[in-house]
């Protein structure tokens, strides 16, 4: 199961934690990106702490992620609006402090 996935961009964002520097989980996350990637899947993987300590670099990477997906796709009738709400509904605002 993926952490984060959105189908019309084919993007999945991963958070890993301190197991995931383990040498079976290594390989394990390798392979599964390898065959996410094979179906067209970008994967874009982020330490936990980074969400926690680096929370704005780790939006900074995926927006520039979500921009250069969009770019591949985008139509004059279909932009990305960065305003929008989230997607589970929670304000944007609300997770900043």
């Known amino acids: ?3 984060f996935y959105c189908p019309t961009l084919r993007l999945a964002i991963e958070l890993d934690g301190g197991q995931h520097t383990e040498v079976k989980h290594e390989a394990k996350d390798k392979q599964r990106d390898h065959w996410l990637g094979e179906r067209g899947i970008t994967v874009l993987r982020f330490w936990n702490s ?3 300590q680096n929370l704005n670099s780790v939006l900074e990477v995926i ?3 979500v921009g250069e997906l969009q770019g591949a796709q985008m139509t004059p009738t279909r932009r990305w609006r960065a305003d929008l709400p989230l997607s589970g509904g929670g ?3 609300a997770r900043r402090r």
């Open 1 to 3: 199961m993926l952490d």
């Open 91 to 93: 304000a944007p605002s």
């Open 63 to 65: 927006a520039t992620k």
């Open 50 to 52: 980074d969400i926690t």
